[in-house]
């Protein structure tokens, strides 16, 4: 029954006038948003699962297998966590890794906690990193490709302080199935084969070249079996060491040589910025959300992710607004909700730009990031949603406060994966990982060039504002700077019921700064409009970052396009290919949903 269901996984289906708030600064209009996170491919079927006691949700079978063999084994939440996601380095190179960084909420039954494994700047790195000789930024592709765009790796280290605090099983119990499936191999998916062919800038790196591409340079076909033993070796290291194994020593050594030895376009990393990174535990960013009929508490990242900022501020705008009363047009968001929730989007968005950074770097508004969410001040902004679509919004000014940072230019984000678990204990966790653009960095280190494979780097630096400071000399608040962390979209998010403070939901998804949408539209999907989470998933994708209108392409009638077009908006419709994961709570246990965009399965008992 079991492989059944992951073949059939596997299997491709046959579908396939603006007005201003006074005081606010000038605003820098946002670069056109065209290319999406690693592309689209064929569609997945996805029904949804129900489960009584557990439940694990990723963007492959085999990793969301391995997180249901140590939830089955008796293990918590995060033991589950941390083998899907080992899973995931292998079966999901493009996406994330041991190379990147990661967000997570975490909810013990008692107490929730955000565990913050974002990447950090090197110690070397400095605000002209991504600017060129005459001063101008950096072509986006030209920075990202080489070690100039490396960060410090985090998630390994933050998925080990939180086993400290929550494993149940050992540590190096957590690594069979990745270990197993890098030694003996396992299938290329699709989705992977398709995104290797469709890849510029894999092949400039000799040891991915030998890895992903056959000897006549061919990306390898879908059911090829595909052997990762550098790989292997890493995780045994790992499970023997713990991080430290890829933190210090000869596995560290090779990230080093890989990003400051590239011959075009080395960094900065160093042995002292491994060793010295450290995982960090914040409170999280929790706000009230009331519908209709009941009220929600929603906790998600604070910064640097902008994530659960966006989203809180989208939401409450809504609330604000006709919204709450529209229901869905035969199955879908109508013109007049997509209209208001898309200028809610760009006001969201322009708060997004002039205000959120590495909160160790910037101090937030009127002395406290819920200044953003407050009720008196997201009602002022909401007066600006009219008839007409807003243009290029500034920011706002919560508690009247005047920011001294310029706005940040929309610049590219891309390629993610996301994790949702509930075990057995009712502990639950969504986590997101990334390495940033699809293949990250395209640098993949080997410890012993002897041993075909390796991991991929990330170049989660590109997230960083490429240009400083405005014309006029205002810095911008996500600047490069040494140790800082990268403002983020992740939005790895748990939703509760305000009164019994039972947990009700946890979601996320990969998708770049859409991440932000595709999980409000899944929020939004299953808490207004009462859909199931596979439900909500698979509503068709859209929002607006400051910029044009985006909706998921071939999904909506012309009629719905022409009608937002006439608000005076550009519209355009895009791929927008997301990769949400969700897990609820029902009444006989849970019921998960994964995206049919992705190859993502939702297991449990």
């Not at 950096?138 to 490709?145: I, Q, R």
């Not at 990762?228 to 020593?249: D, S, T």
Request: with cysteine; hydrophobic share 40%; charged share 15%.
């Amino acid at each position: 029954m079991l492989a059944s269901r992951l073949a059939a996984v596997l299997r491709l289906s046959a579908a396939c006038a603006a007005v201003l708030l006074t005081g606010c600064a000038t605003w820098q209009a946002p670069a056109p948003v065209l290319r999406q996170p690693e592309g689209a491919s064929p569609l997945t079927s996805q029904t949804g699962h129900s489960s009584r006691y557990f439940s694990v949700a990723s963007a492959n079978p085999l990793a969301t297998r391995a997180g249901y063999d140590i939830l089955k084994a008796g293990g918590s939440a995060i033991d589950a966590a941390i083998a899907t996601q080992m899973v995931l380095t292998l079966v999901e190179p493009q996406s994330s890794g041991l190379g990147g960084g990661s967000f997570m909420l975490y909810h013990d039954g008692r107490r929730t906690q955000a565990f913050d494994g974002r990447e950090t700047a090197p110690a070397q790195a400095n605000e002209q990193l991504f600017l060129q000789a005459d001063g101008r930024p950096m072509d986006f592709e030209t920075a990202l490709v080489g070690g100039r765009a490396v960060g410090v790796p985090g998630t390994l280290r933050m998925l080990e302080d939180a086993h400290r605090q929550h494993g149940k099983l050992p540590w190096a119990r957590l690594f069979d199935a990745a270990i197993a499936l890098a030694e003996q191999g396992f299938l290329v998916s699709p989705r992977l084969s398709q995104l290797l062919a469709r890849d510029l800038h894999l092949k400039k790196d000799v040891t991915a070249a030998a890895y992903f591409y056959g000897p006549s340079g061919q990306p390898w076909p879908a059911g090829h079996r595909l052997q990762n033993p550098e790989l292997g070796h890493v995780l045994r290291k790992i499970a023997n060491q713990g991080a430290n194994a890829l933190m210090q020593g000869t596995i560290a050594q090779a990230m080093v040589d890989k990003v400051r030895q590239h011959p075009s376009n080395p960094g900065s990393l160093s042995l002292d910025d491994l060793s010295s990174y450290r995982a960090l535990v914040r409170e999280p960013l929790c706000h009230d959300y009331r519908t209709l009929a009941r009220t929600f508490l929603i906790c998600g990242m604070p910064p640097p992710s902008s994530g659960a900022l966006a989203i809180g501020q989208i939401l409450g705008l809504l609330s604000n607004t006709q919204a709450a009363s529209l229901p869905l047009e035969q199955g879908l968001p109508g013109e007049q909700w997509l209209h208001l929730y898309m200028q809610a989007s760009r006001l969201a968005f322009a708060d997004r730009a002039e205000f959120v950074a590495d909160p160790a770097f910037i101090a937030p508004p009127a002395g406290g990031w819920t200044s953003l969410l407050d009720p008196g001040y997201l009602a002022r902004r909401a007066g600006l949603i009219g008839n007409a679509s807003l243009l290029n919004v500034p920011a706002g000014q919560p508690g009247m406060t005047i920011s001294q940072h310029a706005p940040m230019a929309e610049q590219p984000e891309y390629g993610t994966s996301h994790i949702s678990v509930i075990d057995r204990w009712g502990q639950a966790l969504a986590l997101t990982s990334s390495i940033e653009d699809a293949f990250g960095s395209r640098q993949m280190v080997t410890s012993d060039p002897s041993r075909a494979g390796g991991f991929l780097l990330n170049n989660e630096l590109t997230d960083f504002s490429f240009s400083p400071r405005a014309s006029d000399g205002r810095p911008i608040a996500n600047r490069v700077e040494a140790g800082k962390r990268p403002r983020s979209s992740m939005s790895p998010t748990l939703v509760f019921d305000k009164a019994s403070g039972k947990l009700m939901m946890t979601l996320g998804s990969p998708g770049g700064a859409m991440i932000i949408h595709f999980t409000a539209k899944t929020l939004y999907g299953v808490l207004n409009w009462g859909l199931t989470t596979q439900q909500a998933i698979d509503l068709p994708n859209f929002g607006a970052l400051n910029g044009p209108g985006l909706l998921e392409e071939n999904r909506f009638a012309p009629a719905t396009v022409q009608a937002l077009s006439a608000r005076g908006a550009q519209v355009r419709e895009l791929s927008l290919t997301s990769g949400l994961q969700a897990i609820e709570t029902t009444n006989s246990g849970y019921f998960g949903g994964a995206d049919a965009r992705r190859e993502g399965l939702v297991m449990g008992d």
